[in-house]
């Protein structure tokens, strides 16, 4: 099969919330990261090949994700950054802790691709010439999951062209989850996963503000797969068991999650740690534990404050009282959860390297358990 690159612009799948899961809070239009106002998202989904897996040709199941905080206007946003386990990586966080900016849009991809796709940023930047000046420096932001049960990871099928092509198709509204970008090749608690976004409006006095969440999901054992509060992952433990040979290294649980919060509500960078501090705790509803070969990493950046970048200026700031941040925090941990059942309920089941197969989520047999240890209406 000739590599095939495709591009997702728009939601279709059935969401969570559209097979009857609830949740709490109340999402944005969109129910999802690009709510937020000037947020925009690309990707580039790589598919090819079936059967044994041939290093460097495939099969190849994997993909590049971008979000750009203000789209393509370079103003650099308020941004922390937080780990809960943190077996993975996600570069630039250096700068990010000592400057309190990101200036670079978030680049999310397999383990083994991080290289290509931060170099693929840079690069970028002068095609677009995206700093309108000729000395700059700057520090790409590219995190990463391992999809190597699906994809030949050590075949390197991430290029330049698939970095640019995630970056130059980003776009606001609704977006794609599951098989898409960086998630195309993830597994999540012995199912599909992959990519999935939610949102929550906030009101903190007379001002209404929104928050939104990406995650590349990649991780969890399925017998602490939690959904709506009832243990399903239990409950489908002999069901549509993954099929692979798994090496003697491999542990139920290992793998990773990123995620990427942002906002519109005026944070600033401390208060932003604050705020990706709180992912994990939508991470553990979904029935997370951080394990030991999870790379569990989570970013978190503010749109609000658009004056107060300045190379030679001081620059006069808002923001939130500390007293009044908590439903900013609730916002995080319910967008964080439901997001990372979209992905799941989004993804297809998949079949990669080896004949290795991953079964999606059974919406019907989830509706069915979550009715048995709580009565739906």
């Known amino acids: 099969m000739v590599l095939a690159v495709y591009m997702q612009t728009a939601a279709q799948k059935p969401r969570a919330r559209d097979i009857g899961i609830p949740f709490e809070g109340a999402p944005g239009k969109f129910n999802a990261i690009t709510d937020v106002k000037g947020v925009e998202v690309g990707y580039s989904t ?38 809960l386990n943190g077996n993975g990586e996600m570069t630039g966080t250096t700068w990010i802790t000592e400057s309190g ?11 083994n691709s991080v290289g290509v796709v931060r170099d693929a940023v840079l690069k970028w930047f002068v095609k677009t010439n995206w700093y309108k000046e000729d000395f700059w420096y700057t520090y790409p932001v590219v995190a990463e999951t391992y999809d190597g049960i699906l994809n030949d990871i050590y075949g390197f099928h991430v290029k330049e062209n698939n970095a640019f092509e995630a970056l130059d198709n980003a776009k606001s509204g609704p977006i794609k989850e599951g098989n898409v970008g960086g998630g195309t090749g993830m597994v999540c608690f012995g199912f599909k996963g992959g990519t999935g976004t939610s949102s929550r409006i906030v ?31 239990k409950e489908l433990m002999d069901t549509m068991k993954i099929e692979f040979k798994a090496p003697p290294s491999y542990s139920p649980g290992d793998g990773s999650i990123i995620v990427v919060v942002a906002t519109d509500a005026p944070l600033l960078p401390h208060q932003l740690k ?25 970013i978190a950046f503010s749109t609000a404050n658009p004056n ?33 059942i979209n992905a799941m309920v989004a993804a297809d089941t998949m079949e990669g390297i080896n004949g290795n197969k991953v079964y999606a989520l059974p919406h019907d047999l989830v509706i069915k358990i979550l009715k048995k240890f709580n009565p739906m209406k």
């Open 46 to 83: 790589i598919i090819s090949g079936e059967g044994k897996n041939i290093r460097g040709k495939g099969p190849v199941r994997t993909g590049v994700t971008a979000i750009l905080p203000r789209g393509r206007n370079n103003n650099p946003v308020f941004a922390n950054w937080y780990s």
């Open 101 to 111: 900016f990101l200036e670079t849009p978030i680049m999310i991809t397999n383990t």
């Open 203 to 233: 009101k903190i006095k007379d001002s209404t503000y929104t928050l939104g969440v990406l995650v590349q999901s990649n991780f969890g054992a399925r017998k602490n797969l939690t959904i709506a509060g009832v243990p399903v992952g």
């Open 274 to 298: 604050r705020i990706a501090a709180r992912v994990p705790i939508g991470v553990g509803k979904t029935g997370g534990r951080g394990e030991n070969g999870s790379g569990d990493i989570f």
């Open 308 to 340: 107060a970048f300045s190379r030679e200026a001081n620059s006069k700031v808002e923001q939130i009282s500390n007293d009044q941040i908590n439903p900013l925090f609730e916002a995080t941990v319910q967008a964080v959860e439901e997001a990372i």
